[in-house]
């Protein structure tokens, strides 16, 4: 071979070589290889800076001056990085660029697109952040559809309608360029005194379960990922103050506070899990390896990112006191598999690199967070070549449209529980004279909880409009009565009072009105807020149940008119109404029914729509006895051996109508195998004059058991829609499996014996109790059990009488 031969194949050879190792650089962005050898692939190029960027959040938005919207956010701030510092490298989550001041959609948007780019070009991989926002009551932005809150979510006991909801919702903040929910709450409610009550869909497990895992569904169904939290207890603090500790058991952590986790992950697909802040039993769930790791990835089998809750990892050194600096939370945290730290870097950036060369935890644990961190970004298209920034229409981009109003409209209307209506008060006929009194009554911030854009963000910002029409309920039933298009038609209105001060110099106002009314409807409730700035909400705990202010003075003032009195009430947790629920015409309850909550209220009490709402926690009937639900054993019931009474004024599952519903319930067999199912069917007939909805409640009752067991706990429901004559066969397939609980030692059994099926109105209203007897031999299940009860609902069936008559013919 010539020289020139000789030379030509070595550079032939040399740029074979440069273009395999062109093409060996890029395997992480080859699409036709598996996820796991394109991250792998990815994180063995990493540099340690690189490894750690992407485990870390950046709030650029934070106000450090003291007036944000996290606890103890000025202290978290004031010595925070820069941007620049912070993106070199590359960076793993945006936190909040929507969610922290009022800005445009549009303008928003590209302004994101703006600063992805700069993150692109920062890192020599071109890897953009994850970008997250809060979403519990809609897409929190401004001039986005404010929903119902979780408790409403709860009343409504439609968990199809609520993954409409979550899936528009997701639907909004794809097109904006977001990626990630910080929502469902699934803490199940165990203290009403809880400032974040509101926040909660129930106390009910069953409940919480099946509609926050309906949430999931929906919004990871549009593609955002959706976070689970608070992982897990942080609802049973003590005395129901947030952050305070938490003192459960073994069997209330595993029967109560998880289930509704484990079916979110195991039905729902829940692609993150968000930390508690709370300590259960001296331990912080940041530093819990064994709920973290063992029980969430090992046991269940989930393979996500979990997530601080802001600043959740400085709290183990500053609140909890189980970290001697920050470089000890930083190696706690990540060591029990929190993969990110959120909102923005702190313990994970310089105190995690002092603990690794420390040798106080190892890079593996750094490389397994990544891996899931980059796994998740993989899954939404941000490794691939051809990922844009800005997302395709954001010129057009609209967060408060008519599919997503209607969808609010819809929930509200279902949301709103009739308590009390025993003369027939409701609905208000045309033509009546009409009082609208109280501090919520015109009042569109009644409608919101503390996670609505305009109440947590908003009303720092006062020289900006609300961005959304929050008709209220005085608006509403204005409109709705022909007032001022009818001069026959007259709605009078006085506020009364504050739902906070104790100044009464507008009593004599309202009672005037209520006077020369033929009916008045008085609105009072709680004013959604952050760490004391509302009487419900994140930090906004109370010491009892009375009705904040003076408002059930005012309540009383007007009802000593003897004006029949329609008390409608606009909370975010239950109250104990004492005489005012016995005393007044009709009550109302309805929990921040979000931005067309004025609209739905309006709605019931003219009877455009039947209320079909029913209670997702219990209505106290004593202010001060707390803590308590309707999930308790016999023991925790009225007794005779305590002075004090328990019992509810109102049940959990508590709801009326304006028409009227008669079920008729089929036998079933009286054995049931510990592997096997039961079929329960019911038939109900609309028999009243107008339309309206019946909620079928199914409730477990186990009178002999190991250990002690809740009196009744929910097992099934159905929502069954009529119009007036029809009806409809609910069939419930009940799995043996929901029958499990924690046993003596400590794993999850179904145990034979006699147990109850108690086809209900309510835990408290049993229509038929069906006895059966759980046959076989004890059997131990695990996560792999089943977890729910099918449910069918067929229309326009014959009755189960019909049904009787046609067999024997």
Known sequence: MTADATDRAEEQAGEQAEEAGQQAAQAWRDVTLGAAERVDDLVGRMTLDEKLSQLVGLWVGADASGGGVAPHQSEMTADGLGWTEVIEGGLGQLTRPFGTAPVEPSVGARSLALSQAQIVAANRFGIPAL????????FAAWKATAYPVPLSWGATFDPALVEEMSAAIGASMRAAGVHQGLAPVLDVTRDYRWGRTEETIGEDPYLVGTVGTAYVRGLEGAGVVATLKHFAGYSASRAGRNLAPVSVGPRERQDVILPPFEMAVREGGARSVMHSYSDVDGVPSAADVELLTTLLRDTWGFDGTVVADYFGIRFLHTLHGVAADEQHAAALALTAGVDVELPSVHCYGNPLRRALAAGDVDEALVDRALRRVLA????LGLLDAGWQALPDGVDDLMLDD??????ALRLARE??????????????????RVAVVGPLADDPMAMLGCYSFPAHVGVHH???????????????????????????????HARGCDVTDGDRSGFDAAVAAARDADVCVVAVGDRSGLFGRGTS??????????????????????LATGTPVVLVLLTGRPYALGDLADQAAAVVQTFFPGQLGGRAIAEVLTGVVSPSGRLPVSVPADPSGQPGTYLTAKLGTRSSVSSVDPTPAFPFGHGLSYTSFEWDVAPVESTWAVDGEVVVEVVVRNTGDVAGADVVQLYLHDPVAQVTRPVVRLVGYARVALDAGEQARVTFTVPADVTAFTGLRGDRVVEPGDVELRVSRSSADVHTALALRLVGAERVVDHTRRLTTAVDVTAGVPAAAELTEAVSA
């Open 131 to 138: 970008v997250h926002e809060e979403c519990l009551a809609g």
């Open 376 to 379: 998740q970004k993989l899954e």
């Open 402 to 407: 008519e599919h997503g109003r209607d969808i």
């Open 415 to 432: 949301a709103v529980v009739l308590l009390t209506n025993p003369s027939g008060s409701l609905p208000i006929a045309r033509g009546r």
């Open 462 to 492: 006062p020289d900006h409009e609300t961005g959304i029409t929050i008709p209220t309920v005085l608006g509403a039933l204005r409109e709705l009565l022909g007032a001022g298009r009818d001069e026959h038609v007259d709605v009078v």
């Open 537 to 558: 909400g994140e930090g906004c705990d109370a010491t009892d149940l009375h009705l904040p202010g003076v408002q059930a003075d005012l309540v009383r003032a007007v």
